[in-house]
């Protein structure tokens, strides 16, 4: 059986309101998957492995390194910070990570 289409303005203002709360709580439930999804993804791999990182100290930073690929992530400042010193701290930081096995 088809559900009653309203014939009262009464009736179609409630349909219109029901239509939109359950719009609405489709929105909330794909917001709330995407947000499940991002964490389990939190502190993996962005390089396409999925790995979870795992952090290492460089001088006074924790600098983010993924066991499978080798790949090496900063989080935001930490390369101005590292760029910001002379010479020397960017070659460190280079050899520092060149030097570790994957």
Known sequence: MAPKKPSTPEEEY???QEAKRREFRQIQQ???EAEAARKARWRTCPG???TKLVEQPFRDILI???PTCSGVWLDPGELEKISSD?????QAFFDFFRGQPG
Do not use: P
């Open 14 to 16: 409630i349909a219109r």
């Open 48 to 50: 396409g492995c999925e």
């Open 30 to 32: 794909k917001q709330a």
């Open 86 to 90: 002379d010479a020397s701290t960017v």
């Open 64 to 66: 983010d390194r993924c």
